[in-house]
Every structure is written in C-alpha cells, then in structure tokens.
C-alpha cells in the first residue's frame, strides 16, 4: 500500500484545535500555517497536496496526480475555519466562485459531497463581514431547508436508512438559519438524537471517497467501489469516531442556534 505525505487538510483540522488554544498553538501552529498557505493556488482555492511530481517520487504509483493536487472546495472551506490564517479572505471569495446554482457546494473527498461542503463553507462565510459571503451562505441555508423540508434525514445509497452523518451536516447549515428555520432544525435534531445507539455513538456513516489521482472533476466518474483506496474507492469510518464527532458538533450548534431564537 502507497504511503501519503502531509496534507493541508489534515493539518487545517490540526489547527482547528490549535486556535482554541490560549497561546495559539505557539511555533507549530505558525509553521502549519506556513504549509497550508503554501498549498493555496492563485484562484485562492486549497489544494491537498502540493506537487504532483513529489506524490509520484512519494506513493511510486506512476499515474498523474494532477486531481489530488488541484485546489478542492472541501479543503477550502475546511481552511475558511482559521481565522488566524493570512490568506483566508482570498478562500472565502473562491467559495463565493464555487457555489452552486442552487446554493449548495460540492466536496471533492467525500461521498456526501454537497452537504459536507455546504456546512463547513456556510460556517466560514457566515461569519465574514464581508455582504457578498454571507449573502452566500444564506443560499446554503435555503438550500439546506429546501432538502430537510421533504425528510429530515439524508438517505443516500451508502445509507438507505438514513445517514448521520450527512444528516448532521445539513443540521450544521439549517443551525445559521434563524428562527426561520427553528422547525426544521428541531425535526432534524430530534432524528439525530433518535438515532444514536445505546454505546452514545451514532452508526458509521461517513464515507471518505479517493477519486483517481488524476481526477479532477469528480462528476465524470460513474461508479465508486467500496473498501478500496484509490481508483474511485469509497471507505466509512468503521469505528464511528468521526460520525459521531460530527453529530456531537452539529447538536451543539442546533442548541446554540435554538438559545439565539429565544432572546
């Protein structure tokens, strides 16, 4: 099995923790930030992996890498979390420039591609001062409503009863939505907590994705194949750490929100 080297992505989450830090996260945390800002393209985007030449040196697979080192929405949006980071207005605007049509975004590395991009880029652009951003992220909140208003409950191929994971991510998006959506929020919590089993995880749901490492559109791929790593390979998190992990946040700023509506 090919080894992989560091990625932006998993360093983003690393210093996602970093920042509630008192101190920062000190000399490390600015050295991770160093590496993902080299890991940012000129449209602003962040890519997971740097060079394509050093992934093949790296993993000796000989296709080209030109997909896993393209800039990715998800990534991106992942970014769009720190704000102590020097290049995160240029992040916010190449959101702004990959939202979709009708309000959602799409994530390159995971199955639940649209509500996974959608929560954590309606997280990031919330928050900005700036009109343009949260007029978008208000778009992911009406796109978020108009799929929870049929079903609370995502149910994908991968989960035909309903997945909590991505069902905890679209709570994250309807949770910026205000008192306007305080019904839905409520209905989709309430299936969220129904659905956690008695050992206080919720069933493993999220399933990380690895297009071929040339892919950089992953709409042109057909057919994805569970329990492989590459070539349009699907795997869920067996051991529900990262499904529940999700859920946990998603309830948290449910509740948040739900204090917010009531002052």
């Known amino acids: 099995m090919p080894s992989y080297p560091a990625d932006a992505d998993s360093t983003v989450c690393a210093l996602r923790l970093a920042e509630s830090l008192p101190n920062g996260g000190g000399l490390r945390a600015w050295r991770a930030r160093a590496f993902v800002r080299r890991h940012q393209r000129f449209d602003g985007g962040i890519a997971t992996y740097l060079w394509p030449r050093r992934m093949v040196w790296h993993t000796r697979l000989r296709e080209s890498f030109e997909g896993w ?3 990715h929405v998800c990534v991106s949006a992942n970014a769009a979390q720190l704000h102590r980071f020097a290049g995160r207005r240029r992040v916010l605007d190449f959101l702004v420039a990959k939202q979709d049509r009708d309000g959602a975004w799409r994530a390159y590395w995971w199955y639940d591609e649209r509500e996974y991009a959608t929560a954590l880029a309606v ?9 343009r951003h949260r007029a978008a992220a208000r778009r992911g909140v009406e796109w978020a409503a108009h799929a929870a208003s049929a079903e609370p409950a995502v149910h994908t191929a ?3 009863d309903g997945s ?16 306007a959506v305080a019904d ?7 299936w969220l ?4 089993a008695a050992t206080g995880l919720w069933p493993a749901s999220a399933w990380l994705r690895f297009p071929p490492t040339q892919t950089v559109d992953t709409s042109t791929i057909g057919e994805w194949h569970i329990g492989e790593m590459v070539r349009a390979g699907v795997m869920v998190d067996d051991r529900a750490l990262f499904t529940t992990a999700t859920v946990v946040t998603a309830l948290h700023a449910a509740a948040a929100a739900s204090r917010l509506d009531d002052c």
Not at 164 to 170: G, K, M, V
Not at 184 to 190: D, N, Q, Y
């Open 123 to 131: 997280d990031a652009l919330a928050s900005s001062p700036d009109s």
């Open 158 to 160: 991968a989960a035909p």
């Open 193 to 196: 907590v129904e659905a956690q």
């Open 164 to 179: 909590p994971f991505a069902t905890a991510l679209r709570l994250r998006v309807l949770a910026h939505g205000g008192a």
């Open 184 to 190: 839905l929020r409520a209905r989709t919590a309430a």
């Open 69 to 71: 080192c393209a800039p």
